[in-house]
């Protein structure tokens, strides 16, 4: 059975960080793609990032690049995403998914929430 | 800007078919833009059902299917049952790297 545990969610002020880590189990994780995806209340569901098996190529959205990483751990089967400068407009649940070379893939972690504020 | 476009609510009748769409502000869908389609019921993390315009995701039934429909993408579900009721969004490869959320729309089943 295919598994995505994600952690690391919590409360942090503005300009604050985060690590996100998201565990992963039931596939390949090495040979798949993977990605994150956040969710707020206003805005629905937004594309983060997404990462290659091998680690590159790495792609972000505009408003997260320069302050997010994402990276993975293939011998450990796992998903990263280190969050720094946060802003209030980051708050959301984030999810991390398998993907694909051009879309997202079949399965979705529960998502953990971030919330940032003062 | 480009934004991806989708009906903001759609009711279809038990046992009925409805068609959702997926557009593009700044030109057509097409199967380059690789579309997917997502299910989210509050409370469950969203669902995957069609990948890459037409590819149903594991466990899904082939009451749901995916298309091109002009120029827009289209996800029609056959045969409407009560839990179809959710959201339904669609996402497209808008650019190398670069992928963007429709807004979403509220099926109603009723």
């Known amino acids: 059975e295919v598994q995505l545990v994600e952690s690391g969610g919590g409360l942090v002020q503005p300009g604050g960080s985060l690590r996100l880590s998201c565990a992963a189990s039931?596939?390949?994780?090495?040979?798949?793609?993977m990605t994150w995806i956040r969710q707020t209340p206003g805005k629905g569901l937004e594309w983060v990032a997404t990462?290659?098996?091998?680690?590159?190529?790495?792609y972000y959205v505009e408003s997260v690049e320069g302050r997010f990483i994402i990276s993975r751990d293939n011998a450990k089967s796992s998903l990263y995403l280190e969050m720094n400068s946060l802003r209030v407009e980051d708050a959301a649940v984030y999810f991390c998914a398998t993907a694909r070379e051009y879309g997202f893939g079949d399965y979705w972690g529960q998502g953990t929430l971030v919330t940032v504020s003062a | 800007q480009t934004v991806v476009t989708q009906e903001p609510s759609f009711s279809v009748s038990p046992g009925g078919t409805v068609t959702l769409t997926c557009g593009l502000s700044s030109g057509s869908v097409s199967t380059d833009h690789y579309p997917s389609w997502y299910q989210r019921t509050p409370g469950h993390p969203p669902r995957t059902l069609i990948l890459?315009?037409?590819i149903r995701s594991s466990g899904v039934p082939d009451r749901f299917s995916g298309s091109i429909l002009g120029n827009k993408a289209a996800l029609t579900i056959t045969g409407a049952q009560a839990d179809d009721e959710s959201d339904y969004f669609c996402?497209?490869?808008?650019?190398?790297?670069?992928?963007?959320f429709g807004g979403g729309t509220k099926l109603t089943v009723l």
């Open positions: 890459e315009t037409n």
């Open positions: 039931g596939f390949k994780f090495n040979i798949n793609w």
């Open positions: 990462i290659n098996p091998g680690g590159n190529p790495i």
């Open positions: 996402v497209l490869y808008v650019a190398s790297g670069f992928w963007m």
